[in-house]
């Protein structure tokens, strides 16, 4: 638990990029943890599982998002508390939950509000018995791009469900959760307001004020093909085949070249052929790191 918390805040408190396409539909799926409160009919009791969500944002702060989780545990019991002399009952639990609700996004961080339903089944001795209850989730987490499409998440969440499975009132359960996984995007094209600190050697954003009308132009050198911006050449294809298909991507934008600032396709090719040495720098706002060097020499 420790470890997942660690690894959480670290994330959190570490990173500082913020995504500037907004993607329309984002899909999680990793492992889960759970701390679960027992009612005091034992210590609370740790459980391993997984988590899945899908989210679609509607702009650039809010989402709708719908969470499926599942744990697993087998724990033993004490029944001398309830008849002495009875001794241990093996327990095994198996909890899977169902909610949905927005979520508001701060990228790269969020938090979300969800409610929904919490089915427990447990079974002992050859029997089992489940029940369904309310339940909801309360928390945040942060979502981290690593490259085109894909992204890291780490997330943490009060749990909390009403059960009593041995019959009777329902207790509520005040539980824990942490989950770690990755995040497949789809679609794109929504602005955010965001920037890249830490990259000064970066060009900054285009502005509205200075931006210039996309004319598409061509880089054969590189095989790639894009229009030219304020920061610099920006892609938007790379040849099939082509020997730096495996270094540029859609949506980089190469800004520098042997020291000498480029703009076009054009540019581009002027650049390598004036020198022998090669090296691109390319910045890229959905990847980490965000500033990259390239060598094509």
Avoid at 15 to 35: H, I, M, Q
Avoid at 67 to 94: C, E, F, I, M, R
Avoid at 97 to 117: D, E, K, T
Avoid at 274 to 287: C, D, H, P
Wanted: charged content about 15%; aromatic content about 10%.
């Amino acid at each position: 638990m420790r470890v997942i918390l660690t690894i959480l805040t670290m994330v959190v408190c570490a990173t500082s990029v913020w995504c500037r396409d907004l993607p329309k539909a984002e899909v999680f799926a990793g492992y889960s943890y759970l701390n679960i409160d027992t009612n005091k009919l034992t210590s609370r009791q740790n459980a391993n599982g997984w988590e899945t969500s899908v989210s679609g944002n509607f702009n650039k702060w809010l989402a709708a998002e719908f969470d499926l989780s599942g744990y697993y545990k087998s724990y033993g019991v004490d029944l001398n508390q309830v008849l002495p002399g009875a001794g241990t009952l093996t327990l095994k639990v198996t909890d899977f939950s169902y909610l949905a609700g927005p979520r508001l996004n701060f990228r790269p961080l969020f938090v979300h509000a969800l409610l929904g339903g919490d089915r427990l089944t447990g079974s002992a001795l050859g029997f089992s018995a489940s029940q369904n209850s309310f339940a909801g989730a309360f928390g945040g987490g942060a979502v981290i791009p690593v490259g085109h499409g894909l992204a890291f998440r780490a997330s943490a969440d009060y749990v909390f469900s009403r059960h009593n499975i041995f019959g009777g009132s329902p207790f509520t359960q005040n539980n824990f959760r942490a989950s770690v996984g990755v995040v497949f995007t789809f679609g794109g094209g929504r602005k955010t307001n965001g920037s890249v600190p830490g990259t000064q050697a970066a060009p900054t954003a285009q502005t509205a004020t200075t931006a210039q009308p996309a004319v598409k132009s061509e880089s054969t050198s590189l095989g790639v093909v894009g229009y030219a911006t304020d920061e610099g050449f920006k892609i938007t294809s790379v040849r099939d085949g082509s020997p730096t298909a495996q270094i540029f991507m859609r949506g980089d934008v190469i800004w520098e070249i042997d020291g000498k600032r480029v703009r076009s396709g054009q540019d581009v090719d002027s650049a390598i052929a004036a020198n022998q040495e090669g090296t691109i720098k390319v910045k890229n706002e959905n990847t980490i790191p965000s500033v990259r060097e390239v060598k094509l020499r």
